[in-house]
């Protein structure tokens, strides 16, 4: 059974940083492309990052390039993004997702986690 769990989020100021964390199981992270995505409120979901399977090819959304940093530690089965210099549309709900997807689309992503919130507010 493939699950996605997440840690991570919460609020902080414009100009911060966080880190999201998402523990994956059921699966073997080079046979599905995973990412994260996010969801604004009014807004659809939008994919942040990606790694894709078997070349490990990283994408970036235009927005977040040069301040988030996807990785992933194969050892230990888990997913990061770095976010620093989180501004103020940074804020909605993050999500971890995995599947057999070519890009960064939301509807090629099989299993999501659960989400977790990040708030960037003066």
Known sequence: QVQLVQSGGGLV???GSLRL???ASGFTS?????????????KEREGVSCISSFTSSIYYTESVKGRF????????????LQMNNL?????????????QAAG????EYEYWGQGTQV???S
């Open 13 to 15: 100021q414009p100009g």
């Open 21 to 23: 964390s998402c523990v």
């Open 30 to 42: 080079d046979d599905y492309a995973i990412g994260w995505f996010r969801q604004a409120p009014g």
């Open 69 to 80: 940093t996807i990785s992933k530690d194969n050892a230990k089965n888990t997913l990061y």
């Open 87 to 99: 501004k103020l549309e940074d804020t909605a709900i993050y999500y971890c997702a995995a599947g």
């Open 104 to 107: 960064i689309e939301p509807a």
């Open 119 to 121: 708030t960037v507010s």
